[in-house]
């Protein structure tokens, strides 16, 4: 039987109380409590937890558990700090601050075909060439099903391989290319048996006082000032005179995939770090210069924050984080 003696985990009233009013998918509540018990049942506020730790903590396919903690980090219940080095795990905490939390929408559980797959980059969207790449590794037990898989081009395919989109990314960028809509013909008893694992989606007709919730939790992205920045910051780059519809995704995208970008001021150290690259504002042997159209790019947002483009006195790699971290 179960003895205090034996040890606890310490949470206050108040964590529970809330934990009964947000609603947490299971899986999601699996990798909850299994940080929980790895932070507080320690009596630490962070640990360092790999990915093999979290499948023998939980049960759960490293493929599911990437794309859970996914889901935790855009709920703000839990934080995250990337450790570079192939070997140094991720350090994961709670986030006890409820009042941040933000509650997921209304979902129903459907099927997803085998068709589902895009024939197109999920990165990128080149659709000429495109090759199937799985996000876990079938060396590291991934399985080579719909759920693992990402149609990338043969140039995002070589740059995932050598390390500039995490999985988190690609489970992110193949859940906004793969749209299934519920009156898809496919979705029937008949077939059934040929249909991949069930996955949960949002629907439009699933709009309640939870969706309009969620919707709060991110600030809409104010893509009229980000501009307005961007001229001001930049007046060296070409000008935005149009802005068509395709850029303004791009950009929405950008603003939601991480919530230190959900900050007008961000952006604007984001364009003073552009600002800094001698090679992007048009000191090249092609006299090629960037503009907000080639920024906002997913593979090209990559490569700015991970200072590609920026070179220090010492001619090595200057990152954005470290950027900010020197300008206080």
């Known amino acids: ?10 949470i206050a009233n108040e964590i529970m109380d809330e934990f009964a009013k947000i609603r947490i998918p299971g899986r ?16 630490k506020k962070t640990d360092k937890i ?28 839990i934080t995250k700090e990337i450790t570079l080095g192939k070997w140094n795990p991720n350090i994961y905490g709670f986030n006890k601050d409820f009042k941040t939390w933000r509650p997921l929408s209304k979902k129903i559980t459907t099927f997803m075909p085998k068709s589902s797959l895009k024939k197109k980059c999920y990165i990128c969207g080149y659709d000429r060439a495109v090759e199937k790449h799985h996000i ?21 395919h070589t740059l995932t391989h050598k390390g500039e989109f995490t999985k988190e990314f690609l489970i992110i960028q193949k859940g906004n290319a793969e749209v299934v809509t519920k009156n898809n013909n496919t979705f029937n008893q008949k077939r059934k048996q040929v249909l991949s694992p069930k996955i949960t989606i949002p629907l439009k007709d699933t709009i309640t006082k939870d969706t309009i919730t969620k919707d709060k939790g991110i600030p809409p992205c104010p893509q009229k000032e980000i501009i307005k920045l961007y001229h001001e910051i930049l007046p060296g780059l070409p000008s935005v005179e149009t802005w068509p519809k395709y850029s303004g995704k791009q950009l929405r995208m950008r603003w939601r995939e991480d919530p230190k970008r959900q900050h007008i001021e961000n952006w604007e150290k984001l364009f003073l770090y552009i600002k800094k690259s001698e ?29 590609k483009y920026h070179k220090n006195q010492k001619n090595n790699l200057t990152p954005y984080e470290e950027f900010i971290n020197e300008r206080g």
């Open 28 to 43: 999601a509540r699996q990798i909850l409590d299994f940080i929980l018990r790895k932070t507080y049942g320690w009596n």
């Open 1 to 10: 039987m179960p003895k205090l003696a034996n040890g606890y985990t310490r």
């Open 279 to 307: 090679f992007l504002m048009g000191n090249n042997n092609r006299g090629w210069t960037a503009d907000l159209f080639w920024i906002v790019h997913p593979i090209n947002f990559a490569k700015i924050l991970s200072g």
């Open 50 to 77: 790999t990915l093999t730790q979290f499948v023998k903590g939980t049960g759960l396919n490293k493929v599911h558990i990437v794309y859970v903690i996914s889901k935790l980090l855009q709920m703000n219940l």
């Open 136 to 156: 876990i590794p079938l060396s590291e037990g991934g399985l080579d099903r719909v759920l693992n898989i990402a149609m990338l081009c043969p140039n995002c």
